[in-house]
């Protein structure tokens, strides 16, 4: 989809000249073959936050488990 997006040809076309720049960068990443690549390794990263986050949306959460989350979290980012 997100190719699709930045290879359709009103993507860089139909904009100001300050965003064709933005735009060229961004249609450049995504084109990189080294993109899905990366695009995982970064959701890879993201995951730990990610179920924090899931875990803390609930209201009967104590506060102590929210600092040994972020505390355990510099650990699996280490490891």
Excluded: M, W
């Excluded at 997100?2 to 720049?21: E, P, Y």
């Excluded at 899905?36 to 730990?48: A, D, F, Q, S, T």
């Amino acid at each position: 989809i997100i190719f699709a997006v930045v290879n359709a040809r009103d993507f860089i076309l139909h904009c100001s000249s300050n965003q064709r720049d933005e735009r060229a960068a961004v249609k450049s990443t995504v084109l990189d073959p080294s993109f899905v690549g990366k695009l995982g390794k970064c959701l890879e990263i993201l995951k730990p936050v990610d179920e924090l986050i899931v875990a803390f949306q609930s209201d009967n959460i104590p506060v102590s488990d929210v600092y040994s989350g972020f505390l355990n979290l510099r650990e699996t980012f280490s490891n």
